[in-house]
Protein backbone atom coordinates (compact mmCIF):
# COMPACT_ATOMS: atom_id res chain seq x y z
CA UNK A 1 0.00 0.00 0.00
CA UNK A 2 2.61 2.48 0.71
CA UNK A 3 4.24 1.95 -2.45
CA UNK A 4 1.20 2.64 -4.03
CA UNK A 5 0.84 5.93 -2.20
CA UNK A 6 4.23 6.73 -3.07
CA UNK A 7 4.16 6.87 -6.61
CA UNK A 8 0.47 8.24 -7.02
CA UNK A 9 2.51 11.26 -5.08
CA UNK A 10 5.60 11.16 -7.60
CA UNK A 11 6.27 13.82 -10.52
CA UNK A 12 6.97 10.69 -12.54
CA UNK A 13 3.71 9.40 -12.39
CA UNK A 14 1.67 12.95 -13.40
CA UNK A 15 3.67 13.12 -15.71
CA UNK A 16 3.29 10.04 -17.37
CA UNK A 17 -0.75 10.47 -16.88
CA UNK A 18 -0.28 13.77 -18.23
CA UNK A 19 1.33 12.07 -21.43
CA UNK A 20 -1.69 9.81 -21.81
CA UNK A 21 -3.89 12.34 -22.28
CA UNK A 22 -2.77 12.89 -26.11
CA UNK A 23 -2.74 16.47 -26.27
CA UNK A 24 -0.59 18.73 -27.31
CA UNK A 25 2.49 19.73 -25.28
CA UNK A 26 1.03 23.75 -25.21
CA UNK A 27 -2.67 22.84 -24.52
CA UNK A 28 -1.49 20.22 -21.67
CA UNK A 29 1.48 23.02 -20.00
CA UNK A 30 -1.36 26.08 -20.37
CA UNK A 31 -4.20 23.55 -18.42
CA UNK A 32 -1.51 22.78 -15.68
CA UNK A 33 -0.37 26.36 -15.56
CA UNK A 34 -3.75 27.25 -14.96
CA UNK A 35 -4.25 24.53 -12.17
CA UNK A 36 -0.80 25.78 -10.14
CA UNK A 37 -2.10 29.30 -10.65
CA UNK A 38 -5.12 28.22 -8.66
CA UNK A 39 -3.68 26.07 -6.47
CA UNK A 40 -1.95 29.43 -4.86
CA UNK A 41 -5.36 30.97 -4.06
CA UNK A 42 -6.75 30.67 -0.55
CA UNK A 43 -10.20 28.98 -2.42
CA UNK A 44 -9.44 25.51 -0.10
CA UNK A 45 -12.47 23.54 -1.48
CA UNK A 46 -12.79 25.20 -4.51
CA UNK A 47 -9.32 24.84 -6.96
CA UNK A 48 -9.99 21.98 -8.56
CA UNK A 49 -13.90 23.50 -9.83
CA UNK A 50 -12.44 26.26 -10.13
CA UNK A 51 -9.50 25.70 -12.35
CA UNK A 52 -11.43 22.97 -14.71
CA UNK A 53 -14.43 25.25 -14.99
CA UNK A 54 -11.75 28.41 -16.44
CA UNK A 55 -9.47 25.90 -18.25
CA UNK A 56 -13.14 25.10 -19.71
CA UNK A 57 -13.85 28.97 -21.50
CA UNK A 58 -9.77 29.07 -22.03
CA UNK A 59 -9.49 25.54 -24.06
CA UNK A 60 -6.71 24.43 -21.69
CA UNK A 61 -6.75 21.10 -20.96
CA UNK A 62 -9.13 20.31 -18.05
CA UNK A 63 -7.04 17.57 -16.52
CA UNK A 64 -3.77 18.76 -16.21
CA UNK A 65 -5.37 21.72 -15.04
CA UNK A 66 -7.18 20.38 -11.91
CA UNK A 67 -3.64 18.41 -11.82
CA UNK A 68 -1.80 21.69 -11.55
CA UNK A 69 -4.35 22.67 -8.24
CA UNK A 70 -1.81 19.71 -6.79
CA UNK A 71 0.66 21.90 -5.84
CA UNK A 72 -1.42 22.68 -2.44
CA UNK A 73 -2.13 19.46 -0.79
CA UNK A 74 -2.26 17.83 2.67
CA UNK A 75 1.63 18.47 3.32
CA UNK A 76 1.63 21.98 1.32
CA UNK A 77 -1.72 24.04 1.87
CA UNK A 78 -0.40 25.35 5.27
CA UNK A 79 2.72 26.61 4.13
CA UNK A 80 1.85 28.20 0.57
CA UNK A 81 -1.10 29.56 2.79
CA UNK A 82 1.27 31.46 5.03
CA UNK A 83 3.74 32.28 2.51
CA UNK A 84 0.57 33.73 0.12
CA UNK A 85 -0.17 36.07 3.57
CA UNK A 86 3.30 37.10 4.73
CA UNK A 87 4.35 37.99 0.32
CA UNK A 88 0.69 40.39 0.35
CA UNK A 89 1.59 41.78 3.53
CA UNK A 90 5.19 42.55 2.04
CA UNK A 91 2.82 44.12 -1.08
CA UNK A 92 0.85 45.96 1.08
CA UNK A 93 3.38 47.65 3.49
CA UNK A 94 1.28 45.79 5.97
CA UNK A 95 2.51 44.21 9.41
CA UNK A 96 2.44 40.30 9.27
CA UNK A 97 0.82 39.57 12.06
CA UNK A 98 -2.26 37.25 12.55
CA UNK A 99 -4.82 40.16 13.92
CA UNK A 100 -7.51 40.04 16.74
CA UNK A 101 -10.47 37.71 15.89
CA UNK A 102 -13.22 39.62 16.83
CA UNK A 103 -16.19 36.92 17.53
CA UNK A 104 -18.46 39.03 18.96
CA UNK A 105 -20.90 39.32 16.01
CA UNK A 106 -21.07 37.62 11.97
CA UNK A 107 -19.69 41.35 10.60
CA UNK A 108 -17.52 41.51 13.17
CA UNK A 109 -15.86 37.95 12.09
CA UNK A 110 -16.23 39.18 8.45
CA UNK A 111 -14.13 41.94 8.96
CA UNK A 112 -11.53 40.28 11.05
CA UNK A 113 -11.45 37.83 8.12
CA UNK A 114 -9.98 40.45 5.40
CA UNK A 115 -7.22 41.32 7.88
CA UNK A 116 -6.54 37.66 6.85
CA UNK A 117 -7.99 37.04 3.25
CA UNK A 118 -7.12 40.37 1.70
CA UNK A 119 -2.99 39.92 2.07
CA UNK A 120 -3.37 35.94 1.79
CA UNK A 121 -5.45 36.79 -1.64
CA UNK A 122 -2.68 39.26 -3.01
CA UNK A 123 -0.14 36.98 -2.14
CA UNK A 124 -1.33 34.32 -3.84
CA UNK A 125 -2.22 36.25 -6.77
CA UNK A 126 1.60 36.86 -6.97
CA UNK A 127 3.35 33.46 -5.99
CA UNK A 128 0.04 31.98 -8.79
CA UNK A 129 1.54 34.32 -11.12
CA UNK A 130 5.06 33.34 -11.09
CA UNK A 131 4.85 29.94 -10.43
CA UNK A 132 2.12 29.60 -13.51
CA UNK A 133 4.72 31.06 -15.47
CA UNK A 134 7.28 28.65 -14.57
CA UNK A 135 5.23 25.69 -14.84
CA UNK A 136 4.15 26.25 -17.96
CA UNK A 137 7.67 26.55 -20.05
CA UNK A 138 8.93 23.94 -17.89
CA UNK A 139 6.09 21.78 -18.43
CA UNK A 140 5.90 22.71 -22.15
CA UNK A 141 9.53 21.88 -22.62
CA UNK A 142 9.28 18.36 -20.83
CA UNK A 143 6.45 17.39 -22.65
CA UNK A 144 7.88 18.43 -26.21
CA UNK A 145 10.87 16.08 -25.92
CA UNK A 146 8.50 13.46 -24.72
CA UNK A 147 6.83 14.09 -28.18
CA UNK A 148 9.96 13.50 -29.97
CA UNK A 149 10.68 10.58 -28.00
CA UNK A 150 7.39 8.81 -29.01
CA UNK A 151 8.08 10.35 -32.67
CA UNK A 152 11.46 8.89 -32.90
CA UNK A 153 10.23 5.54 -31.27
CA UNK A 154 7.55 5.17 -33.85
CA UNK A 155 10.03 6.23 -36.91
CA UNK A 156 11.85 3.46 -35.90
CA UNK A 157 9.18 0.60 -35.92
CA UNK A 158 8.71 -1.98 -37.98
CA UNK A 159 6.91 -0.97 -41.30
CA UNK A 160 4.23 -3.48 -40.14
CA UNK A 161 3.65 -2.02 -36.30
CA UNK A 162 3.74 1.72 -37.75
CA UNK A 163 0.83 3.75 -36.97
CA UNK A 164 -0.37 6.86 -38.56
CA UNK A 165 2.11 10.18 -37.39
CA UNK A 166 -1.84 11.52 -35.94
CA UNK A 167 -2.37 8.84 -34.02
CA UNK A 168 0.54 9.18 -32.19
CA UNK A 169 0.30 12.81 -30.59
CA UNK A 170 -1.24 15.99 -31.89
Known amino acids: MGEKLKKALSFRFYLKKLTELR???????RGLA????????PIIGF??????TIALF??????????GTHVTNPWTTIPILILD???GCFVLRKHACVPHIDF???GALLNSGKEILIPMFIGGVILGSIFSVLSYFGM????QKKVREVKDYVKHLPEGEKVAEGDVWQ
Not at 23 to 29: M, N, Q, R
Not at 34 to 41: D, E, P, R, T
Not at 140 to 143: N, R
Request: glycine share 4%; hydrophobic share 55%.
Open 85 to 87: YYV
Open 140 to 143: KKLL
Open 47 to 52: QVITAV
Open 23 to 29: ESPDKLA
Open 58 to 67: TRANKVAAAV
Open 34 to 41: LGVFIGFL
Open 104 to 106: SSF
